[in-house]
């Protein structure tokens, strides 16, 4: 069982920064690959970047690539996604998510582990 917790949104210009936090409760994070969603109003939620376990390897949705990045920190159970050069488009609730699945982590239906969400407003 894992508990999410996310942190770190709030209202910024364009052009600007923010870090999300996602805090993982539970000894088993470390086992856990994550990803960071988020749902626009209107729209359906999707993937902006994931974070494979054992690999390393990560993902990112085109529209975030170069901007977004998606780290963890296994040592203090924390998962983390820097947004640099923030737009308006990129208003939304995100949720971090925990999943064992290793196949395709932009897959919504393949994590069993959801924050309540943070919401994120950047202003033009």
């Known amino acids: 069982q894992v508990r999410l917790v996310e942190s770190g949104g709030g209202l910024v210009q364009a052009g600007g920064s923010l870090r999300l936090s996602c805090a993982a409760s539970?000894?088993?994070?470390?086992?856990?690959?994550m990803g960071w969603f988020r749902q626009a109003p209107g729209k359906e939620r999707h993937v902006v970047a994931a974070?494979?376990?054992?690999?390393?390897?990560?993902y990112y949705v085109d529209s975030v690539k170069g901007r977004f990045t998606i780290s963890r920190d296994n040592a203090k159970n924390t998962l983390y996604l820097q947004m640099n050069s923030l737009k308006p488009e990129d208003t939304a609730v995100y949720y971090c998510?925990?999943?064992?699945?290793?196949?395709?982590?932009?897959?919504?239906?393949?994590?069993?582990?959801w924050g309540q969400g943070t919401q994120v407003t950047v202003s033009s």
């Open positions: 998510a925990a999943t064992i699945v290793t196949t395709d982590l932009r897959r919504e239906d393949l994590y069993k582990y």
């Open positions: 539970g000894r088993t994070f470390s086992r856990y690959n």
């Open positions: 974070i494979n376990l054992s690999s390393g390897v990560t």
